[in-house]
């Protein structure tokens, strides 16, 4: 654990802003921005998965789970690691993430940034091999907590009680479809969970189109493989799609396009100044979004062109992560 940990201010995460896309299709589109959450810390603030740290380290403390001065012992690809990270270490226990060795960069420094232990397990193995060592690791400390996101229900339960409500809220109840990339399943479980108790909602779950994908966070799940996290309720889901890489790289680079001379339109901005949402908007002036953001936009073009949509729908998606956390894939060349 870090001599000096970081300060978070934890009251930052959820009630983040509400954009507005201009994607040239039928509907209204709106996606939430949720690298607010935290967004005063480095490499592209916070995240999405900034709420569910929260939420599994507040049940595990609720249940004499946590250890005072403990461990927390996680795998994730890397949004998941860093938010654990960011919130273990400033509540005073050791941190260890887990992570594939072709993590993004940004995402591996945000966790280092936090002060927490990083352990790399070879991406050739599959990501089965970095659960298994983060269940080794456990396995070797009997004092050690592991929050598993791919099996806690305070995953799914915090989208349910949070980022739905806001959806409804923000959107004054308009919403009809919920657009969301399938990792854990945690947020369109959780989500659409709780959007479909709030009124007549289509939840719309995206996977990548191959078990090679390099949409990040995302997993490949068609029938018949052998990992399915328990935290991914298929019931929730009313349509699933399929997404190429090279499609969510191209939509992610589209919307850098579209907004590098206008104004990205804040329909609401949450719990953040509009100071605040500017400041956080943009990297060195560009738009930068997370490849998985880019997989949400395709989504809804791809329900657009099969003529699923029409003018008087109202889209939210999520903008999972800020892009600067990519500088050495999606935005090569643009992110120093």
């Known amino acids: 654990m870090s001599d000096s940990p970081p300060v978070v201010d934890e ?6 802003p509400l954009f507005e896309l201009a994607l040239d299709v039928a509907p209204t589109v709106y996606a939430k921005a949720e690298w607010y959450n935290l967004p005063s810390l480095g490499h592209g603030g916070g995240s999405i998965k900034s709420r569910i740290a929260r939420g599994m380290l507040d049940a595990a403390a609720d249940r004499g789970e946590l250890d005072p001065g403990g461990r927390i012992v996680e795998s994730s690809s890397g949004n998941t690691g860093s938010a654990v990270a960011r919130l273990g270490v400033a509540r005073g226990y050791d941190v260890t993430i887990v992570v594939p060795d072709d993590a993004a960069a940004g995402k591996v420094g945000a966790i280092r940034d936090a002060g927490a232990e990083v ?12 659960l298994g060592r983060c269940a080794e690791l456990v396995a070797a ?8 996101q791919y099996a806690n229900p305070a995953n799914p339960g915090t989208h349910e009680r949070t980022t739905a409500a806001e959806i409804w809220e923000q959107t ?3 919403v009809t479809h919920f657009v969301a990339g399938v990792g854990t399943g945690g947020t369109v479980t959780g989500t659409g969970r709780g959007l479909h108790a709030r009124g007549d909602v289509t939840v719309v779950g995206y996977e990548p189109v191959s078990a090679t994908h390099a949409i990040g966070g ?13 935290t991914y309720d298929e019931s929730v889901i009313d ?46 002036g560009e738009f930068l979004v997370g490849p998985s953001s880019g997989g949400g936009v395709q989504a809804i073009r791809q329900l657009d062109a099969a003529g699923v949509l029409g003018p008087d729908d109202t889209v939210v998606t999520v903008l999972c992560d800020r892009g600067d956390r990519y500088a050495g894939g999606l935005w090569e060349g643009y992110v120093q």
Request: glycine letters at 6%; charged letters at 35%; a negative charge.
């Open 11 to 16: 009251s930052t995460i959820g009630r983040t």
């Open 119 to 130: 352990e790399f397990v070879p991406a050739e193995e599959g990501y089965d091999a970095t």
């Open 141 to 148: 400390d009997p004092a050690a907590y592991r929050p598993n």
């Open 172 to 174: 004054e109840g308009a």
């Open 218 to 230: 995302l997993k490949y799940l068609r029938s018949g493989d052998p990992f399915h996290p328990d």
């Open 239 to 284: 349509q699933k799609l399929y997404v190429e890489t090279a499609d969510a790289d191209d939509a992610a680079r589209d919307l850098r396009e579209r907004y590098a001379d206008r104004p990205v339109r804040v329909a609401d901005p949450g719990q953040h100044a509009p100071g605040a949402v500017a400041e956080h908007c943009r990297v060195d």
